[in-house]
């Protein structure tokens, strides 16, 4: 199970994803600390520039085609 949590350096990219719970907080709140801490790995998207967050909508999809993406890659 992976939460989503911008204080983490684990991003996107750094996790294997064979059987995945993905928690996605809402943009005000994020996940809450009782989540987080039955989470399995706290994960984050990589942001360039001074971007701080995206749409929970947005984060989901982004999250989704990279689990997709190395699915297809296998």
């Known amino acids: 199970m992976f939460a989503t949590d911008l204080q983490t ?3 996107i990219y750094d996790v294997d994803y064979e059987k995945t719970a993905v928690i996605i907080g809402n943009e005000a ?3 809450s600390q009782k989540v987080l801490e039955l989470a399995d ?6 942001m360039t520039g ?3 967050s995206l749409n929970a909508a ?3 999809g ?3 085609y990279e689990i997709n993406r190395r699915k297809l890659g296998k």
């Open 50 to 52: 001074k971007t701080e």
């Open 62 to 64: 982004v999250i989704l």
């Open 29 to 31: 709140n994020g996940v």
């Open 58 to 60: 947005v984060a989901t």
């Open 9 to 11: 350096s684990k991003t």
């Open 41 to 46: 790995e706290r994960i984050k998207i990589p």
